[in-house]
Every structure is written in structure tokens, then in C-alpha cells.
């Protein structure tokens, strides 16, 4: 069984950081492809960051050089670094994994709400 668990959601002002973490069970990182989205009230989900199985990595225009994905392999999990945060920034953000051979993702987690004060 696949499971998906995000942590480290939260309030912060304007400015601040978080750090998200996605624990992984059933699935290894090293065949998928980690991402996280996020989705704000009346918004579509959009794709913030992902990471391949050879560790690239790719961002949405909106958040490149404020946000940072990176994974580790022996723990399974997968972060989000959020720094530099806006109000249009708070959204749910959603921890994600695509298996191979997939257009879209396969797995999601619950999510964690993320709110930004100004």
C-alpha cells in the first residue's frame, strides 16, 4: 500500500520560510518522479516543484529561486524548502508521485496548508 504523508505545514508572515516534508511508503524514489503541488481556495492545483529519478529538477515560473524540492533516498522522503513567502502563497500543498511510463500522477497525500500572513 502506497502512502503519501505531508508535514510541516503552517502560518508564517510574509517573508518567512517553512520547510515540507512527504514520507514515502510502498514506492522508492529512484523510479518516480516527486512532486508537489498546491492548490488555493477557487485555484486550480498547479505543479510547484518536482524531481526525476536521476535527481533533476524543475520549478514553476512563480516560485524559481524562492523554493527548493530535494529528497532523501534512505529516508524516503522528499522536501519542499519554501523561503521568501507571499500571501499568494498560501494554498494546500500536496506531496505527489508518478510512476514510470505515467502522464500524470499516480499517488497523492493528504496535504498540509500552508498560510501566509501579510
Known amino acids: 500500500q502506497v502512502q503519501l504523508v505531508e508535514s510541516g505545514g503552517g502560518l508564517v508572515q510574509a517573508g518567512g520560510s517553512l520547510r515540507l516534508s512527504c514520507v514515502a511508503s510502498?514506492?522508492?524514489?529512484?523510479?518516480?518522479?516527486m512532486a508537489w503541488y498546491r492548490q488555493a481556495p477557487g485555484k486550480q492545483r498547479e505543479m510547484v516543484a518536482r524531481?526525476?529519478?536521476?535527481?533533476?529538477?524543475d520549478y514553476a515560473d512563480s516560485v524559481k529561486g524562492r523554493f527548493t524540492i530535494s529528497r532523501d533516498i534512505i529516508k524516503n522522503t522528499v522536501y519542499l524548502q519554501l523561503n521568501s513567502l507571499s500571501p499568494e502563497d498560501t494554498a494546500v500543498y500536496y506531496c505527489?508521485?508518478?510512476?514510470?511510463?505515467?502522464?500524470?500522477?499516480?499517488?497523492w497525500g493528504q496535504g498540509t496548508q500552508v498560510t501566509v500572513s501579510s
Open positions: 524531481i526525476n529519478a536521476g535527481g533533476g529538477t
Open positions: 510502498g514506492i522508492h524514489f529512484s523510479i518516480n518522479i
Open positions: 505527489s508521485a508518478t510512476l514510470p511510463r505515467h502522464n500524470s500522477p499516480t499517488y
